[in-house]
T-cell receptor
Framework: DAGVIQSPRHEVTEMGQEVTLRCKPISGHNSLFWYRQTMMRGLELLIYFNNNVPIDDSGMPEDRFSAKMPNASFSTLKIQPSEPRDSAVYFC????????????FGPGTRLTVL | RKEVEQDPGPFNVPEGATVAFNCTYSNSASQSFFWYRQDCRKEPKLLMSVYSSGNEDGRFTAQLNRASQYISLLIRDSKLSDSATYLCVVNRNTGRRALTFGSGTRLQVQP
């Protein structure tokens, strides 16, 4: 039974480049969450979707970040242009129903912006 | 002030020891509480939910004190495999926000 799938697992890019992170939630889940984790700030919620609709994007750092969920099985997080301070591990998580229920995390994308 | 605060540790304990972590939360409207475990360079995974009356799962006991707004996790008979970071998580169950994660407490169990 596949869990949350994220790609790529590692991404190294240069400042100013566009970065696109991808996530496939667990089949049947209707909520999807994007998090960013750094040593300094811990795990931060960036945005979450319910039934493909963005519900709370107050954690998105700035206009350089955007997220989409075109259908129930796919979401993207895009950073354009990327900056060195965006270097972090980006996790996608999903669950069914309640906001506060157990969330199942993907393995994460480790992003390094040079 | 952070919404969820934890002592970052590390807690270095010998095998077989009992260790306890505390976590405080600032929003009295918080309704749901969890402990997640995160191994080095891995994703967080749910360890256990925390219920008002306290709950136990094997060697792990979680307690909630709403009056003082803190949550605790007790691990008995520590194993090497318990070495990880333990994240305290709260949810208000109101408004638009989802789960809020603490920064985690690192545990290192030594042989």
């Amino acid at each position: 039974d596949a869990g949350v799938i994220q790609s790529p697992r590692h991404e190294v890019t240069e400042m100013g480049q566009e970065v696109t992170l991808r996530c496939k939630p667990i089949s049947g889940h209707n909520s999807l969450f994007w998090y960013r984790q750094t040593m300094m700030r811990g795990l931060e919620l960036l945005i979450y979707f319910n039934n493909n609709v963005p519900i709370d994007d107050s954690g998105m750092p700035e206009d350089r970040f955007s997220a989409k969920m075109p259908n129930a099985s796919f979401s993207t997080l895009k950073i354009q242009p990327s900056e060195p301070r965006d270097s972090a591990v980006y996790f996608c998580a999903s669950n069914f129903g309640a906001r506060g229920g157990e969330q199942f995390f993907g393995p994460g994308t480790r992003l390094t912006v040079l | 002030r952070k919404e969820v605060e934890q002592d970052p540790g590390p807690f270095n304990v010998p095998e077989g020891a009992t260790v306890a972590f505390n976590c405080t939360y600032s929003n009295s409207a918080s309704q749901s509480f969890f402990w997640y475990r995160q191994d080095c360079r891995k994703e967080p995974k749910l360890l256990m939910s925390v219920y008002s009356s306290g709950n136990e799962d094997g060697r792990f006991t979680a307690q909630l004190n709403r009056a003082s707004q803190y949550i605790s996790l007790l691990i008995r008979d520590s194993k090497l495999s318990d070495s990880a970071t333990y994240l305290c998580v709260v949810n208000r169950n109101t408004g638009r926000r989802a789960l809020t994660f603490g920064s985690g407490t690192r545990l290192q169990v030594q042989p």
